[in-house]
């Protein structure tokens, strides 16, 4: 069975910072293209970033570029997103993806 399991969302104040994780199984990894989508409260779905399956190529969109970095462990099977200089407007569920399965979500809530 595919599962995608994120972790590692909160509450963190504007500025702050949250690392997430997503752990991956039931399929084979590194051999997948993966991304981070989130969706805030009354609104779509938007992709967050990209990575390649070796992880040598990585893609933002223009409202986090500069602040998220993706990452992957492929012996780990994990997936990464490193979120920096957090804004209100980040505030949402975010969800790793891939061409054949989402996770469940992980909360992070940017509030003073």
């Known amino acids: 069975e595919v599962q995608l399991v994120e972790s590692g969302g909160g509450l963190v104040q504007p500025g702050g910072s949250l690392r997430l994780s997503c752990a991956a199984s039931?399929?084979?990894?590194?051999?997948?293209?993966m991304s981070w989508v989130r969706q805030a409260p009354g609104k779509g779905p938007e992709w967050v970033s990209g990575?390649?399956?070796?992880?040598?190529?990585?893609y933002y969109a223009d409202s986090v570029k500069g602040r998220f970095t993706i990452s992957r462990d492929n012996a780990k099977n994990t997936l990464y997103l490193q979120m920096n200089s957090l804004k209100p407007e980040d505030a949402a569920v975010y969800y790793c993806?891939?061409?054949?399965?989402w996770g469940q979500g992980t909360q992070a809530t940017v509030s003073s």
């Open positions: 990575i390649n399956s070796d992880g040598g190529s990585t």
């Open positions: 039931g399929f084979t990894f590194g051999n997948y293209d």
């Open positions: 993806a891939t061409i054949i399965s």
